[in-house]
């Protein structure tokens, strides 16, 4: 019996290569009891869209209880969770090591994977998620040039719609022919030296993942992130040989794939890592997967904790050398008021509201932080059948930012920025912290 006492809550294994993990009684079972506990609860409502869908069920039942909710209609509730996180990291109290033991993401993820093994997840959404492959199509020369003009269409944007089920006003991404790596290509595989200072826990050489999303659609956050680590005397090397971190076909289901990318990758971390160098990478949900998510899949896997403690999330680097005083912190101009969305991916990790923290050192600048869900979260804001509810996630979010009218605006996660800039449509571009924090530099 552990409620009641002063023991801090922790994320317990996903237990996915047992049998009993891919049973769907068995599922339903779990399912049964942890949404009767949600029920009993019901803190999370306002979080994402799973939680009202359960309540509205069990509150529309015979019963008005969960055991009067049609077992086939749990699905429902899966389908509108994105794994944010957000739930077990910031509101319940149930997770371990109370004895209820409620860990609904990891239920959620389970549902999603037996679904998956069951064959019922979509074409569109297997597409969506192969980023590798889908990202490196759209970004060829030729391909790109007619992807981004389709974007701008309205008749092709209701096409899309109608048959490939990506909403036709959804925020999508620029694809760029000249990728990161094509514009940066004599800085792969050999670091710009510089005057290296190790600090308590940072090597001061960074190996910088890249990721699918920054080399194919946000290439100048990327080189912005470059500059700013230079800037601050980081040594860096650009990492292109790793593959997608794994994170769409996680939160998809498809555990194989994720093992299959786990794989490819881990060599080419392990090695920038055994060559003394820290690993970063511009997207907090790539952080999370190798920084917690993987962990948790593979808990006795020592290369992927070797792996966990050597990644960083880009402010929380620079935090950690400004507490070593090797930061730089000489700042040619002011931010002025910043509107700065804390993306959700970053704020489970856990370890603090550091992008807020360095911005703040940037003189006569005011930073106005947003901890709550943008709504965008992976591909829920492009799919048909939900665009609509993230926009209503991400109203409260865009109505605070108009409402503090700022200098700029912005999250560490770019797609998060592109939602909001989305929902406002008049208040100019999203900026990254990063990029804000290149322009307080002044290079």
Known sequence: MKEGNLQAPERQPLEWQTDEFYNRDALNTELERVFDICHGCRRCVSLCESFPTLFDLVDESETLEVDGVDKTDYPKVVEECFLCDLCAETKCPYLPPHEWAVDFPHLMLRAKAVGFKE??????????????????TLSLPLVSGAANAAVNSKSLRKLADKTLGVHEHAPVPVFHS????????????????????AGKGTTGKVALFITCYGNHNEPRLVEDLVAVLRHNQVEVELLADARCCGMPKLELGDLDRVVQQKDANLPVFLNAINSGFDIIAPIPSCVLMYKQELPLMFPDDTDVKKLSTAFFDPFEYLMLRYKDDLANISFRQSLGKVAYHAACHQRVQNFGAKTRAFLALVPDTEVVSIERCSGHDGTYAVKSETYDKAMKIARPVVNRVRKIEPDTFGSDCPMAGRMIEHGLKDLGEAQHPISMLKKAYGI
């Open 119 to 136: 064959k019922k997840s979509k074409w569109r959404d297997r597409i969506l998620t192969s980023t590798d492959a889908l990202f490196k």
């Open 178 to 197: 000249k990728t990161l790596v094509k514009r940066a290509r004599k800085d792969v595989g050999s670091a710009i030296r510089s005057t290296v200072k």
